[in-house]
């Protein structure tokens, strides 16, 4: 009886990391829509929710060189809340970049963001990335973007970090919208065999 909260557009398979823990299997998978289907895909969202939130997610949505025309179909379509899911890399490195991405439509960027130590991306992304979530995060704050931050928690690794991050992204507020926790989940390619990793 309600309407569509979120609708999340997968605009590409591709991605610039090769994460252990993803909901997307982009080691083997190579699907990229083209334009007309993604403006299929805008369509249906709004046919079955209207006016949602869209999230343009993959893969790692920034390794396309057309995101700024995506952002801007999907604008002209009527949709007044697009929003970007990133690991941050790209909008880390190129501060006018991420300025393209919101002229061209981009109101949030929902940033994956596991933990304040290094250690945990090592266990998790595999590479030191913590310079590069704080160098996204203020990007955004010098774009003047909001930007909800997106850990994945693991038992024993960083679920007790929950808290520092939530202080985190208050001291960053109102740039930083929110923190939205996903816990890890054990199916498809990270089957449930990491023993005390996994929650009780």
């Excluded at 880390?92 to 981009?106: S, T």
């Excluded at 960053?172 to 929110?178: L, N, Y």
């Amino acid at each position: 009886e309600g309407k569509t909260c979120t609708a999340v557009l997968e605009i590409t398979y591709r991605c610039n990391m090769e994460c252990e823990v993803c909901f997307a299997d982009t080691k083997k998978a190579r699907y990229e829509p083209g334009l007309a289907e993604i403006k299929r895909m805008y369509e249906t969202a709004y046919r079955n929710g209207g006016d949602c939130s869209i999230q343009l997610s993959g893969g790692e949505p920034t390794v396309r060189a057309d995101l700024p025309e995506i952002l801007r179909m999907g604008k002209g379509m009527g949709f007044s809340h697009i929003q970007v899911n990133t690991n941050g890399l790209r909008i880390a490195k190129d501060l006018e970049y991420l300025r393209e991405l919101k002229a061209a439509g981009a109101d949030l960027i929902y940033l994956q963001f596991d933990s304040l130590r290094d250690e945990v991306y090592r266990e998790i992304r595999g590479k030191n990335l913590l310079d590069v979530k704080l160098q996204a995060v203020a990007n955004c704050e010098q774009a003047s973007i909001g930007v909800i931050l997106v850990p994945v928690l693991v038992k024993g690794l960083n679920d007790r970090e929950a808290g520092d991050l939530i202080v985190y992204a208050r001291k960053h507020m109102p740039i930083v919208k929110g923190v939205h926790f996903q816990p890890i989940s054990y199916f498809g390619r990270y089957p449930n065999d990491h023993g005390s990793l996994i929650w009780d």
